[in-house]
Structures are given as C-alpha cells and as structure tokens.
C-alpha cells in the first residue's frame, strides 16, 4: 500500500498513457503531461519483479531541484509538483535520442573497452585507459530511445544521416549538454561528489523551441563518485565507491544477470532491496544537503490521485 508499482488512473481530460521503465505518464488535453515516478526500477532496459521504497519520491524530488536549478542554461518542462512523485508540465514534442555525457571511463563504456573497442558512438577512445580513470574531456555518446526494449548507442554522423536531428539542432543539443553537465558537476563537487556521467532528453514545442524534459542528475539517470575517495580508489585499482544505480547493475552480474536470452533473473531479497533504497536516500540527502522526509501514507496511490485531481480541478 506504501509502493508505487504500477498506476491505472483516469483523469479529466485524459487523452493518452505512457507506461514507461520507471515513470506513468498521462497526457491531459494534449497539452500537458503528468509524470508519476513509481517505485519499480530497471537495470539492463529490464524492470524488476519488486519495488524500491521511496524511490520513486527520491527521484522526483532530487529532478525538482536540479531542473530549477538548470533553468537558466535552458528551459524545461516542469511546470508544477502536486505530489511528492508527481511532476506535472508541458507536453512537447520529445527527440528520440538521449544525450549520454561520460567524465570517467566507467559501467557501459567500460565493459564496451574491456571487449576491445575503442570507438564508443564515432568517438575514439585511446588504448592503455583503466576502468574509472577520469576522461581528459567529457564524451558524448547519444543513444536512441526505445520504447520497448534496449537503447541502443548511435553517433552523431548516423543521427545526422538518418534525419532524426538537423546539424544546427544538434549542436544547440550538445552545446547544452556540455553546459548541463559542467553545472551538475559544480553542485556534486560543493557536496563533495563526482558527477561521472548522466544523459539528458530534450523536446521541441510547436515553435521548435528547445525544452530540458525527463528527470536530470538522479541516480536513476546519472552517477557519483565519492570526491574524497575516488584517487586512492582508483590507484590501488579498486572501484571507487559510487552512489548510483550501477551497485544493483553488478549484484545482477555477479548472479549471473545481464538482461540476455536464456539468464534467469535471480531472487531479489529484502536485504538488497533495503540497501538499493538506503543507497537512494544517501544520494538525496547528499545532493540537496536537506533530509529525506518519506511520505507518509496510509494508501499512496489514493493521495496521488488526489493530490493530482486537486491540481487538475
């Protein structure tokens, strides 16, 4: 009664919803969008059999803070929050492509080096890298975003091929990405973190004016390393601790689990599911400097719906 796993509500004005990986999206009148964050969580374009507690909650109101404190590089979205996992704004044309901005040699584009490449989405990488070493420049390698099923990289050249963006939008989108990232950087370092990679999603309004959509700088989205151990970690060849959610990524590795045919998702236990939800608040309470403060509820989805009505009306 205290998860959000999965939403079925019909609102006023209703036209569509989207059942995404994490969030519930239903579109009002064709105007405006309300993003619901649940609780499930994904790893290997997978959703997972159980809930995270508060992760949702955590999520929602880690992206409040860090749209609105984004806004002056570029508009976004978000146009109010009625419920702690409710974000409700403008509903806009959104790209399909993700923009995947990396500081450090680490999780995909690490284990894509391990294999031998060393030409992640048409930017060369060179030899003699160690997992976790720190990029001299960020990279940027996009990835298209499925509906269903895996994202899959693609490089500038083949999303300028393939129509999907023009070279001016392109480079609007990357030029904003450089600068959201470099001021995602800047907030993790005051709270002592190191903002090691994200990916930002972006949608056009009816005048083709660029929007900042979707969530940015969660642990859903993005990862951190701790500042004051990531050196000695990295020299003596350990990997750094990190909040994010690449410590679910290697539990289901080291069980054997990388979202391919014939794997067998394993157990997931109440303690892994305790300490993935406790990695969720640490992040929150380190990122916003406040506490996290859990909702309390007796039966969250009825104070969703009714706080989303009370908006709506």
Same mark, same amino acid.
């Given at each position: 009664m205290n998860n959000i796993y999965k939403t079925d509500f019909n609102f006023p004005g209703q036209t569509s919803k989207y059942e995404g990986k994490v969030r519930d999206v239903y579109t009002i009148e064709d105007e405006i969008i309300i993003l619901i964050a649940s609780d499930r969580i994904s790893a290997f374009d997978i959703v997972m059999p159980r809930p995270i507690p508060n992760k949702g909650q955590v999520l929602n109101q880690i992206s409040l803070e860090m749209l609105n404190s984004t806004?002056? #590089?570029?508009d976004n979205w978000l146009i109010s929050s009625p419920d702690p996992n409710v974000s409700i704004g403008r509903k806009l044309n959104p790209i399909k492509i993700e923009m995947v901005i990396r500081g450090y040699l680490t999780g995909h584009s690490d284990r894509l080096y391990k294999s031998g490449e060393r030409s992640i989405c048409g930017v060369s990488l060179p030899s003699g890298l160690s997992s976790n070493q720190k990029f001299e420049m960020p990279i940027i390698?996009?990835?298209t975003k499925a509906e269903f099923g895996h994202d899959e990289d693609i490089s500038k050249s083949d999303i300028l091929k393939q129509g999907i963006l023009s070279i001016d939008q392109y480079e609007e989108i990357e030029e904003v990405t450089y600068k959201l990232f470099s001021r995602g950087t800047k #907030?993790?370092?005051e709270r002592g973190l190191l903002l090691v990679d994200t990916k930002y999603e972006f949608g056009y309004d009816k005048n083709n004016k660029l929007y900042l959509i979707d969530e940015i700088h969660t642990p859903d989205s993005s990862r951190y390393f701790y500042m004051d151990t990531y050196k000695t970690d990295f020299d003596n060849g350990v990997t750094p601790k990190q909040l994010s959610k690449e410590f679910f990524r290697q539990w289901l590795i080291k069980n054997n689990f990388q979202g391919k045919e014939n794997e067998n998702l394993p157990?997931?236990?109440?303690?892994?599911i305790n300490e993935v939800s406790d990695r969720y608040i640490e992040l929150f309470n380190i990122i916003t400097g406040n506490n996290f403060k859990p909702?309390?509820?007796t039966n969250v989805l009825e104070d969703v719906e009714k706080n989303i009505l009370n908006?709506?009306?």
């Open positions: 806004k002056d #590089i570029v390698t996009p990835s #907030i993790a370092k157990e997931i236990s109440d303690e892994i909702r309390v509820s908006y709506l009306i």
